[in-house]
């Protein structure tokens, strides 16, 4: 699971100023390249990682092409960042539509991570014959990067067993140690 330190930069060393350049034996400072951040690829392989033939999500489900949020981007340099870990989600919009995503691509551990600790529950259950189809923000409280709680109000679209549907909920983010997470949501009938 990765947490926080994961993602975070470590702190220098002795040797390495702050400044990212390690001192030589003769006390210059020699740049250096940066190491890969902890937990990428490129960390887990210590080299250059091989590119798969077909992107997948966190999950290990292929990935979309294009972002099941409806954003238009590329799944990877749009939710796809957030849920393999690579980038924290800016704003409780941006978490919102991660978070739908990731019902999309079936990545229950990003939903987890996701969801605050007082109301997250033990796992996530994905009903077989569901399949979200499209995502629709109507409103969004506060949120930003400046604020410590936000509420996004969304219409989240889906299929089950064939038959199209819309789910309607108004949910409640909050900044945990610096990162937004999902805490609870009412569903509008």
């Known amino acids: 699971m990765l947490t926080a330190a994961h993602i975070l930069p470590r702190p220098p060393r002795p040797d390495q100023p702050a400044c990212g350049h390690v001192l030589d034996p003769a006390g210059h400072r020699a740049p250096r390249a940066a190491p890969a951040p902890r937990g990428t690829m490129a960390a887990m392989t210590r080299g250059t990682p091989r590119r798969r033939k077909q992107p997948r999500s966190a999950s290990g489900t292929p990935a979309p092409s294009t972002c099941p949020c409806g954003s238009g ?46 109301t997250r529950p033990a796992g996530v259950a994905f009903a077989a014959g569901l399949g979200w189809t499209g995502l629709e923000i109507e409103a969004t409280e506060a949120g930003s990067a400046f604020h410590a709680r936000g509420v996004v109000r969304f219409r989240a679209h889906f299929t089950d067993g064939g038959r199209a549907g819309v789910l309607r909920e108004r949910s409640r983010f909050e900044r945990e140690a610096g990162a937004w997470v999902y805490v609870d949501g009412d569903i509008d009938p």
């Open 73 to 118: 981007q590329p799944y990877a340099a749009c939710c796809g960042r957030f849920h393999s870990g690579v980038a924290l989600a800016p704003t409780a919009e941006a978490l919102m539509r991660s978070r739908y995503s990731a019902f999309a691509v079936r990545d229950e551990g990003y939903l987890l991570r996701t969801w605050h600790p007082r």
